[in-house]
């Protein structure tokens, strides 16, 4: 049986999913996209006799991240951000807990290893947390939709690289798990979502953007 530790969580007004990732042989976790209430996550981890070890951002909006401050005045942990998303955060409390990343940086939690995967298109420094074949997405990819693209940041045609240069090339056995509660499912199979979801139903980039951004054309 597989020690591995993934936990999803729903907070706040605008549905964010959390989780905590670890490893159940050690109960060592990082927690994903600290937001809206840092005490339930703490709470959370007491009552399931769990030890958080480090915070990881899929992207620097504050829906994502709200919570950290609050987080750091509880934990002296790392907060893994990509390098290109660093510019967002304007912390006043725990700057030197933030440690930057590349895309294929790899951390172990425990001997369960998680591997960021560089994900731009909602944000420029989005990326995505694989962990065996379980893939957290952020808002990078939702259940049948994907992130915005045009508020500060994103970029159409970034995104279209991800999904099509990228997820659609991972494994089809990949489980989903996305930063929202938008769907009638709260993960999904990627194979699924190569036939359900509207934003991997195109092969050029004109026709995503035509869908991702209808506005434009």
Known sequence: MSNLILKQME???????????????????????????????????????????????????????????????????????????????????????????????????????????HTPGHTPGSHCFLVNNNLVSGDTLFINGCGRCDLPGGSVEQMFDTIYNKLMKMDNNTIIFPGHNYADKKSDLLLNQKETNPFMQYDNLMSFIGKRLPNLM
């Not at 070890?53 to 951000?81: M, Q, S, W």
């Not at 790899?106 to 998680?114: A, L, S």
């Open 11 to 117: 907070v706040g007004p605008m549905e964010n999913f959390i989780y905590f990732i670890g490893d159940k042989s050690t109960n060592e976790v990082v927690v994903v996209d600290p937001a809206w209430d840092a005490n339930f996550l703490i709470e959370e981890a007491k009552r399931e006799n769990l030890n958080i070890k480090a915070a990881l951002v899929t992207h620097g909006h504050f829906d994502h991240t709200n919570g950290i401050e609050d987080l750091l005045k509880h934990l002296d942990i790392p907060v893994y951000i990509n390098k290109h998303e660093v510019d967002f955060f304007k912390f006043k409390w725990g700057k030197e807990n933030v440690k930057k990343t590349d895309s294929e940086d790899k951390i172990k939690i425990g001997n369960i290893e998680i591997q960021f995967i």
